[in-house]
Nanobody
Framework: QVQLVESGGGLVQTGGSLRISCAAS????????MGWFRQAPGKEREFVAA????????YYANSVKGRFTISRDNAKNTMYLQMNSLKLEDTAVYYC????????????????WGQGTHITVSS
């Protein structure tokens, strides 16, 4: 069973950039499809991005496409989310998750979750 720990959250101004990380332990990181989700105050958790274990294709929510980049370093058992051109509406708790599915863009396909890291975008 894999354990996931997010880091790198914080306060950033609109238009700024931030990179958050997800460190995995206790499992074979390279065999999991990994994803980022977020939950804004008063809203449901939503999909942000995913990167399968088996190839270079990545998936993004329309709201972040072109601004966010998901990547992974299997040698370091770590996944990243580079966030650029941040907007007020990007404020949320960001969660990383691991899935055994080949492609996973919905929460139900993810069995393992981190505790989340807070990101606040201010004007």
């Amino acid at each position: 069973q894999v354990q996931l720990v997010e880091s790198g959250g914080g306060l950033v101004q609109t238009g700024g950039s931030l990179r958050i990380s997800c460190a995995a332990s206790g499992g074979t990181f390279s065999s999991y499809t990994m994803g980022w989700f977020r939950q804004a105050p008063g809203k449901e958790r939503e999909f942000v991005a995913a990167i399968p274990w088996h190839g270079p294709t990545t998936y993004y929510a329309n709201s972040v496409k072109g601004r966010f980049t998901i990547s992974r370093d299997n040698a370091k058992n770590t996944m990243y989310l580079q966030m650029n051109s941040l907007k007020l509406e990007d404020t949320a708790v960001y969660y990383c998750a691991a899935s055994n599915a080949l492609v996973a863009t919905t929460q139900t396909k993810y069995a393992y979750w981190g505790q989340g890291t807070h990101i606040t975008v201010s004007s």
